[in-house]
């Protein structure tokens, strides 16, 4: 079955504890990007990716990396996580970035940092 | 950069009633124009697009339509079922772009 697959699910972390959300499509897709969700605020992009070795920020990339080793995963990675960085986590990808294609997204992860 | 805006950011409508959210957005280069739909506790998804050589379009009871000259762009739900009640959140992209701008979202409830 056709997927982006995120783990965890949820996730209850500790100020300045690292983390790593995991997201893997098995696609073949080229792009690759992760958005978090906050009430009022829509879905902001965070980080994408164009392709392999290929990442650039999004609108909110502050306290966040990522990783483009391979074509099928995308981890997020929170050095030293926040509280202002509880959120919903999202990651998508689609075939190509270069022509408007639909999203497909991650089930989502649950974030809270304390 | 693009900026999408979107209202209301709640509706409530009688089951049967229409629907109908709006956006409008600030990069005139913009030329896709995709809506998502998510349910509580889902992903989000695409339940329809329009690309900017189309003023309308429909899927049954779903339609979309765009105005270029004033920059706006409406999703139209008709004959509203309890299954239409979730959150829609509306996007803009230019192809020259490589992200896509989401608006704040619209949370849709039907009420019986």
């Known amino acids: 079955e056709a997927q982006v697959t995120q783990n965890p699910r949820y996730l209850i972390t500790v100020t300045g504890k690292k983390l790593t959300v995991t997201c893997s499509q098995n696609m073949n897709h080229e792009y690759m990007s992760w958005y978090r969700q906050d009430p009022g605020l829509g879905l902001r992009q965070i980080y994408y990716?164009?392709?392999?070795?290929?990442?650039d920020k999004g609108d909110v990339p502050e306290g966040y990396k990522v990783s483009r080793k391979e074509k099928r995963n995308f981890p997020l990675i929170l050095e030293s996580p926040s509280p202002n960085q509880t959120s919903l986590y999202f990651c998508a990808s689609s075939p190509t970035p270069a022509t408007n294609e639909k999203l497909f997204f991650g089930s989502g992860t649950q974030l809270s940092v304390l | 950069g693009e900026n999408v805006e979107q209202h209301p950011s709640t509706l409530s409508v009688q089951e049967g009633d229409s629907a109908v959210i709006k956006c409008t957005y600030s990069d005139s280069a913009s030329n896709y124009f995709p809506w998502y739909k998510q349910e509580l506790g889902k992903r989000p998804q695409l339940i329809i697009d329009i690309r900017s050589n189309v003023g309308e379009k429909k899927d049954q009871r779903i339609a979309v339509t765009l105005n270029k000259t004033a920059k706006h762009f409406s999703l139209h739900i008709t004959e509203t079922q309890p299954e239409d009640s979730a959150v829609y959140f509306c996007a803009a992209r230019k192809s020259s772009a490589s992200k896509i701008i989401f608006g704040s979202g619209t949370r849709l409830s039907i009420r019986p």
């Open positions: 990716s164009m392709n392999v070795e290929v990442t």
